[in-house]
C-alpha cells in the first residue's frame, strides 16, 4: 500500500522559530510537493521537487525553503516562523511516469505559529 | 495562470440522494482533471480522473463530466451515504511538471 508520512500530526512553534516539517514516501515516486491548506482558500502549492537537490517555487512560496537531500524525503523550512504561517500543511507525491498524474497525500501536519 | 473556481462551498444532501459537486476552470488547453475527497483529519484522496479528450467517465457511484467548451466539470455521486461526507476538491493539471491547480472545495454533508 502506498505511503505518504509526515512527521507530526500538530505542531506548536513561538514567532521567530526555525521550523522544519518532514515528508517521507515510500513509492519511489520522483515529484514531491509541498502544499498549504487553509480555510476557504482551498490547496496552495508552495514548493515542489520534481528530482533529488532540484526544487521548484509554487505559488506561495515566500517565507519557506526546502530541501530534497534523498528521493524519498521532502523538507519544509520555515525560516522564521510568523503567525501568518499558521495553517494545514500537506506533503504529496507523484511519478511523471504513471498515466495518471495522480498526487499522493500524506496526513497533514497542522502547525500553529503563537 | 490556471485558476478553478467553486461553485458552492457547502452542499447537504439526504442519504440516497444523487449529489453535483461543480467545478470550472479557466485555461482553455488544460487537459487533465481530477478530483479529489477530503475526510476530516486526512489527507486528499484521489476519487476519478479525467483526460481532455472524454466528456464523461464513471466509476464505482460516481461520474465526472467535462464540458471543454464552458470549461465546466462535475462531480457526481449516486446514492449518495453518510460516508460520502467530506469535502470535494477538484484539480487540474498545468503544463510542464505535472503540477495541479486545486479548487477552493465543496464540502458534502449528508444526512440520514
Known amino acids: 500500500d502506498v505511503k505518504v508520512t509526515q512527521s507530526s500530526r500538530y505542531l506548536v512553534k513561538r514567532t521567530g522559530e526555525k521550523v522544519f516539517l518532514e515528508c517521507v514516501q515510500d513509492?519511489?515516486?520522483?515529484?514531491m510537493f509541498w502544499y498549504r491548506q487553509d480555510p476557504g482558500l482551498g490547496l496552495r502549492l508552495i514548493y515542489f521537487s520534481y528530482d533529488v537537490k532540484m526544487k521548484e517555487k509554487g505559488d506561495i512560496p515566500e517565507g519557506y525553503s526546502v530541501s530534497r537531500e534523498k528521493k524519498e524525503r521532502f523538507s519544509l523550512i520555515l525560516e522564521s516562523a510568523s503567525t501568518n504561517q499558521t495553517s494545514m500543511y500537506l506533503c504529496a507525491s507523484s511519478s511523471p511516469g504513471t498515466s495518471t498524474h495522480e498526487q499522493y497525500f500524506g496526513p497533514g501536519t497542522r502547525l500553529t505559529v503563537t | 495562470g490556471e485558476s478553478v473556481g467553486l461553485h458552492l462551498p457547502t452542499l447537504s444532501v439526504q442519504e440516497g440522494d444523487n449529489s453535483i459537486i461543480n467545478c470550472a476552470y479557466s485555461n482553455s488547453a488544460s487537459d487533465y482533471f481530477i478530483w479529489y475527497k477530503q475526510e476530516s483529519g486526512k489527507g486528499p484522496q484521489f476519487i476519478i480522473d479525467?483526460?481532455?479528450?472524454?466528456d464523461k467517465r464513471q466509476g464505482q457511484r460516481v461520474t465526472v463530466l467535462l464540458n471543454k467548451t464552458v470549461k465546466h466539470l462535475s462531480l457526481q455521486i449516486a446514492a449518495t451515504q453518510p460516508g460520502d461526507s467530506a469535502v470535494y476538491f477538484c484539480a487540474v493539471m498545468n503544463s510542464g511538471y505535472s503540477t495541479l491547480t486545486f479548487g477552493k472545495g465543496t464540502m458534502l454533508l449528508v444526512s440520514p
Open positions: 513509492m519511489d515516486h520522483e515529484n
Open positions: 479525467i483526460r481532455s479528450n472524454m
